[in-house]
Nanobody, 120 residues
């Protein structure tokens, strides 16, 4: 099992910054990738950014140049630095972990979510 706890959400004005943190515990030795997703009311949950165990990163086009995902292996924590926030970024942000049980068998875990609200 993997447990994920997000923190850092809040209310900010457009153009502001926020840093989200996701602390992982449990069977973290088998995690090969982690990412941040977000879901706004009435919309599908979408990938915001992801990072692999090898350090490769990937971002949604809507956040490229504004958001940065990073990890601290010693602290078993993944961060999402969000700059130049827009009202469109308002959503519940979820941390995700990809645990590899076998080569073609993966289990995905989700955190509780943290609310990010960007005002105009």
């Amino acid at each position: 099992q993997v447990q994920l706890v997000e923190s850092g959400g809040g209310l900010v004005q457009a153009g502001g910054s926020l840093r989200l943190s996701c602390a992982a515990s449990g069977s973290i030795f088998s995690i090969n990738a982690m990412g941040w997703y977000r879901q706004a009311p009435g919309k599908q949950r979408e990938l915001v950014a992801a990072i692999t165990s090898g350090g490769s990163t990937n971002y949604a086009d809507s956040v490229k140049g504004r958001f940065t995902i990073s990890g601290d292996n010693a602290k078993n924590t993944v961060y999402l630095q969000m700059n130049s926030l827009k009202p469109e970024d308002t959503a519940v942000y979820y941390c995700n972990a990809d645990r590899e049980v076998a080569t073609t068998s993966h289990i995905y875990y989700w955190g509780q979510g943290t609310q990010v609200t960007v005002s105009s």
